[in-house]
């Protein structure tokens, strides 16, 4: 499955910005797909996947940083999973990077997905 992300910019702190991952090459609702982050200096780290399954129907998954703020959301007609991010903080500055495995929104957060794409900037200044 290929991806490529896109929506990264620059905003003010408070000010909000939808990413999207646009995938194709695949069924794209076999995938789960999860949203990373790399701010400069730092380690990539999880930030929100979301998963399909049969059992438990649509599943969500996220880093407690951004609980509350942030929002995934997928739409199959499309192949494209969503990020929205709201009340953004300066911290929240990073390259952002959409990526997908066969695994459940939970696994993503620790297990390193298979496929990715290339990350959108995201900067929020204070």
């Known amino acids: 499955v290929q991806l490529q992300a896109s929506g990264g910019g620059l905003v003010q702190a408070g000010g909000s910005l939808r990413l999207s991952c646009a995938a194709s090459g695949r069924t794209f609702s076999d995938y789960g797909v999860g949203w990373f982050r790399q701010a400069p200096g730092k380690e990539r780290e999880f930030v929100a996947a979301?998963?399909?399954?049969?059992?438990?129907?649509?599943?969500?998954y996220y880093q407690n940083s951004v609980k509350g703020r942030f929002t995934i959301s997928r739409d199959n007609a499309k192949n494209t999973v969503y990020l929205q991010m709201n009340s953004l903080k300066p911290e929240d500055t990073a390259v952002y990077s959409c990526?997908?495995?066969?695994?459940?929104?939970?696994?993503?957060?620790?297990?390193?997905?298979?496929?990715w794409g290339q990350g959108t900037l995201v900067t929020v200044s204070s």
């Open positions: 990526a997908a495995d066969t695994r459940t929104a939970q696994a993503m957060s620790v297990n390193a997905p298979r496929y």
């Open positions: 979301i998963s399909w399954s049969i059992r438990f129907g649509t599943t969500t």
